[in-house]
């Protein structure tokens, strides 16, 4: 079986095979759909405060 992933900034279920996985030093593991997610999340951006995510359109009653 191969695992499913979602991506750690906008929550958008990620294909096996794509994506980014970044590791910190202290062991915890981030997953990116994209570089667009993968530079917001350096930039310290909340995804709720950002629109086009999940948890943003969840956050202003899009969804």
């Given amino acids: 079986m191969v695992e499913q992933h979602v991506c750690t900034f906008c929550g958008v279920q990620l294909e096996p ?3 980014k996985m970044y590791i910190r030093k202290d062991g915890t593991i ?3 759909c ?3 997610c993968q530079n917001n999340y350096k930039l310290g951006r909340v995804p709720r405060r950002v629109q086009w995510t999940s948890t ?3 956050a202003l009653g899009k969804e």
Avoid: L
């Fill in 17 to 19: 095979g794509t994506g």
């Fill in 56 to 58: 943003g359109r969840k």
């Fill in 30 to 32: 981030f997953y990116f």
């Fill in 34 to 36: 994209s570089t667009k």
